[in-house]
């Protein structure tokens, strides 16, 4: 998944679209989160936790590509 989180973040960058690339992080975030609750449950989370993490980095290094002038901006 994170080639295809790769292009999104790549896309959104292009058209400084800050809000939405804050709203997938904390999508994820919050994913991340409530997979942490059932780890040691019969679901096996640890791929979905690093494939997570994984994105995350992927939409931080789209968010720092930003610059100050994208702040808040969206299309």
Same mark, same amino acid.
């Given at each position: 998944?994170?080639?295809?989180?790769?292009?999104?973040?790549?896309?959104?960058?292009?058209?400084?679209?800050?809000?939405?690339?804050?709203?997938?992080?904390? $999508?994820? @975030?919050?994913?991340?989160?409530?997979?942490?609750? $059932?780890?040691?449950?019969?679901?096996?989370?640890?791929?979905?936790?690093?494939?997570?993490? @994984?994105?995350?980095?992927?939409?931080?290094?789209?968010?720092?590509?930003?610059?100050?002038?994208?702040?808040?901006?969206?299309?």
């Amino acid at each position: 998944m994170t080639k295809a989180i790769e292009n999104i973040v790549a896309n959104y960058v292009s058209l400084k679209n800050r809000v939405a690339l804050q709203e997938m992080r904390e $999508h994820r @975030q919050r994913l991340l989160h409530e997979s942490r609750l $059932h780890r040691g449950s019969w679901v096996s989370v640890d791929k979905l936790s690093d494939v997570l993490q @994984q994105d995350i980095s992927v939409i931080d290094a789209g968010l720092s590509g930003l610059g100050e002038d994208a702040a808040g901006s969206h299309s």
